[in-house]
Every structure is written in structure tokens, then in C-alpha cells.
């Protein structure tokens, strides 16, 4: 059974901690504990329903408030597939905590209320998501209760939302009227609206096609640690690490970066014995023919399909931190296991969310900015271009003063 990732994004009081505790329930995920917790949890706050909300808004302000702060992980099942779930926030100050939520999803579900349409803050979760490259994306128009199930409201949503997406970079968006309140088109078929003629949202979730997503081509396997015996005995040098992409077997030829020197595999186990072959995103140890001076941060590729090793970063940022990213200014930025110091040469532009039109140099990236920058790093990382991996093309940044991470990138072709 193959398990899938997915992350909900959009504006303030959407409904998407409502959507996700709508799943659980009646899906039937959700222990008899959890519901009476949330049951007396709704009475004592005057609700005259079960906020379903609650199953996902677990800190003590979030529930005062309303909202969604943290990131909130999720686990169930069905008979036909896993799902890990994110919960994000919709307020503007815990943008930074949906970019943490969305940066590992297979699937993005954006969610708009129908009485409302496209808002800013769903407009820069959209654009968030493309620069994340999520393969799927699932618009959820919600609350359509309140619209009297309008085919007419929904329709124009969905042609406002195609032509701000025709802007970004969408390989798969998939529209769906819903209502996460009464639980209508989310595990099944709602009967108020007969004229939508698609599958509940579970129905999709289950179905999505996530096995092509993988990058079954470019060996990248980032070293995290070397193993040593510890007890003196035997001669084992073996380099344990999780395989970000491609196909790793014994007698496999490598060249590890950036030094360049090859060798040839010659075992690849896991705490369980011997491995015949390791796909992504398997953490394994592997055992090379030569002893090769390698060390955390170098990376195990194959000779003819190398990363990019380079000084010189051009990358999309989101900024996360208070503190205007400025020119100049030095941080340490973590790329796969290797962890460097960088200074910004340049920020080219910005994006402006509600147009998406570039300001040409801005001077600085706010709050919750997006642009495009130029890092100058100490030592070489090795890269590639996020459309191709994920992986070896994201990093994060980090305020070495708080350790804070305080912005995340994703590197961009030339």
C-alpha cells in the first residue's frame, strides 16, 4: 500500500482544519476518546455542533482563536492507500509554517470559501505551491451550503482560479464543490448538487497518480555518516544516508562529490541485512569497493549524471523572518547534509502575489516575500535545478545569531 502526502493551503477561516477532521470522521480515523474530547470541547465553548476543527487545532491558542497556527501532521488510512496530512495556517504571520507544511506534499488541496473567491492570501498560497513544484493540486471551493450549492458560484471560482494559475507552473489542478461542515462531496457524493459530476475528494485523494513523481533517474545519495566499527574489530566503512533520487545496487559504478574520485558499490543494506537494490526515499548504508576519503556533505552520484557543484546560487526565496532579507547580509544555509556559510550578492526581483509581476530590484525581501536572489557560498554545494529534483534543489536558510531559519530556496535553472 503506497502512502501520499498531501497539505492544505488558503485564507483565514476557509474551513481547512474543518476539512481534515471531516475526512477523519467520516472515514471513521478518529478514536471514540478524540470525539468525546472534541464534543465537550464544543459544548463548553457554546457550539451548537461538533467543530470537527478541533481534531487538528490541538494548541491551547489555537482553539481560543479559532486558528491555525502550527503545522499539524495527520495520519489515516483506507483500504486503498496511507495519507500523512499538513494542516497549515492561513494567517499571513504563519506563512513560513505552510512553506514547512507543503515542502514534502504530493498533493496540495488550496481551499477558497465560495462566499468569498480568491483572496490574497489564497492567491500567495497558490503561488507557493508552484514555486514548490507539488505535483497535484486539488481546489476545494468550500462552505457551498452558504451559497445555496450554486453551480454559477463555482464555475466562476474555477475560471478565476485557471486564469491566476495559467501564470504559474500547474501540471495537474482538479476542482471540487464541497462542503467540509455537512461532509458533502468529502467522502461522498453529495446529492445537493447532481449537476457536478466528478468524484468526493477522498475518491481523488485515493486515485491520485504519485508513482511517475519519483526520480527514478539521477543518483543522489548525500552521506549524513560514516560508520565505523566502534569495537576496533573488522574493517567496515560504510556511508549511511537516505537515497534522495534515483536507483542504487551493488556493483553499481559512483563518483563521489566534490572530490571526484570513483569507485564501484559493493553493498547496499539497510538494519534489516542486504538490499538487492534501494529507491528513494530509503535510508541505507552503503559499502564501497576502495576506501574513499568521504565525509559528511559529499555525495554519491554516478559518473556520466552529476549535480551542479557551484558557489554561485540563483534561487527563488520565500522569506520567513521579520528582518528584511537585504544584500550583504551573511547566513548559513543547509543544503541536503552539508551546511555552509553564504552571503546575499543580489536580490533580482520580487514577485507581487496579486499580479505576479516582477519589481525589478527592490532593495530588500520583507516578510513574507518572495524573489528571486543570489548567494555567494564559502564552499561549493551540489546542486540541481528544483524543477529536475526536489531535493539536491532545495535549501534552507538560517539566521546563525538565533539559528532561526529564516527563509527557504529553490534554485532555478540558468
Keep these: 500500500m503506497d502512502m501520499l502526502r498531501f497539505a492544505t493551503a488558503g485564507s483565514v477561516d476557509d474551513g481547512k482544519s474543518t476539512l481534515i477532521g471531516r475526512l477523519l470522521y467520516d472515514s471513521k480515523s478518529i478514536f471514540t476518546d478524540q470525539l468525546d474530547a472534541i464534543e465537550r470541547t464544543s459544548t463548553q465553548r457554546g457550539d451548537d455542533y461538533v467543530d470537527l476543527a478541533l481534531l487538528t487545532d490541538g494548541l491551547r491558542a489555537e482553539r481560543e482563536q479559532g486558528i491555525t497556527i502550527d503545522v499539524a501532521y495527520r495520519y489515516f488510512s483506507t483500504p486503498l492507500r496511507k495519507f500523512i496530512i499538513a494542516d497549515t495556517p492561513g494567517h499571513i504571520q504563519y506563512t513560513r509554517n505552510m512553506v514547512t507544511g507543503a515542502s514534502t506534499a504530493d498533493l496540495a488541496i488550496i481551499l477558497v470559501d465560495a462566499r468569498k473567491g480568491l483572496l490574497e492570501q489564497s492567491r500567495r498560497h497558490a503561488t507557493i505551491v508552484s514555486l514548490l513544484r507539488v505535483p497535484h493540486v486539488v481546489l476545494a471551493i468550500n462552505k457551498m451550503d452558504l451559497v445555496d450549492w ?172 521579520s528582518t528584511p532579507l537585504r544584500p550583504g547580509a551573511k547566513y548559513a544555509v543547509k543544503h541536503t547534509t552539508r551546511t555552509v556559510r553564504a552571503m546575499v550578492k543580489e536580490i533580482n526581483y520580487s514577485l507581487d502575489i496579486d499580479t505576479l509581476r516582477r519589481d525589478v530590484a527592490p532593495g530588500e525581501l520583507p516578510l513574507n516575500g518572495i524573489g528571486r536572489v543570489r548567494l555567494r557560498t564559502t564552499q561549493p554545494l551540489l546542486t540541481d535545478p528544483y524543477r529536475r529534483n526536489r531535493h539536491t534543489g532545495s535549501f534552507i536558510i538560517i539566521d546563525e545569531s538565533t539559528n532561526r531559519t529564516v527563509g527557504a530556496g529553490f534554485i532555478t535553472e540558468n
Excluded at 539521477?218 to 565505523?228: A, G, L, S
Excluded at 533520487?245 to 563518483?255: A, F, N, Q, Y
Design 150 to 321: 450554486s453551480q454559477e458560484v463555482y464555475t466562476r471560482i474555477t475560471r478565476e482560479f485557471e486564469d491566476f494559475a495559467a501564470r504559474l507552473d500547474f501540471a495537474d489542478v482538479t476542482s471540487i464543490p464541497l462542503s467540509a461542515l455537512t461532509g458533502d462531496n468529502v467522502v461522498t457524493r453529495s446529492t445537493n448538487m447532481p449537476w457536478y459530476e466528478g468524484s468526493a475528494l477522498l475518491h481523488h485523494l485515493e486515485h491520485a497518480y504519485i508513482a511517475s513523481d519519483r526520480n527514478l533517474i539521477d543518483v543522489r545519495f548525500p552521506v549524513q555518516y560514516v560508520i565505523r566499527p566502534q569495537n576496533g574489530r573488522g574493517d567496515f566503512r560504510g556511508y549511511a544516508g537516505q537515497l534522495l533520487s534515483g536507483v542504487i545496487r551493488p556493483g553499481d559504478e559512483i563518483v563521489t562529490l566534490p572530490g571526484g574520485l570513483p569507485s564501484r558499490v559493493k553493498e547496499v543494506r539497510t538494519a534489516d541485512g542486504p538490499l538487492d537494490e534501494a529507491y528513494p526515499p530509503q535510508s541505507i548504508t552503503v559499502q564501497l569497493d576502495d576506501e574513499v576519503d568521504i565525509s559528511r556533505g559529499d555525495m554519491i552520484c554516478r559518473p556520466n549524471n552529476q549535480p551542479t557543484v557551484t558557489q554561485d546560487i540563483d534561487a527563488m526565496v520565500c522569506w520567513m523572518d
